[in-house]
């Protein structure tokens, strides 16, 4: 998926790990990298409890969040809305 961040654009990558991991059901990670220089600017991850079944759609939700976490809130409501966009909630 590509975004924009500042006028900058950037792309991002799910990793998603399925089946048991660290003791988890699944993982999935989410990479933000600045387009122009390849530069990673931003990751998080998320994991599946052993009690609940493995959601991409969740999965990508929930490490996207992670990863977003440290830019104000102007840039991560922008994010959320080129995500939906592009893949839909």
Do not use: P
Request: hydrophobic residues 35%; glycine residues 8%; aromatic residues 12%.
């Amino acid at each position: 998926m590509k975004i924009n961040i500042n006028g900058t654009t950037h792309k991002v990558f799910w990793h998603h790990n399925i089946g048991k991991y660290f003791g988890f059901n699944g993982s999935t990670i989410c990479k933000i990298i600045n387009k122009d220089t390849n530069e990673q600017v931003a990751i998080g991850e998320s994991f599946c409890s052993d009690k609940d079944s493995y959601n991409k759609k969740v999965g990508r939700k929930f490490s996207l969040t992670k990863a977003i976490s440290k830019f104000d809130k102007s840039v991560r409501a922008s994010i959320w809305d080129q995500f939906k966009t592009q893949i839909g909630v």
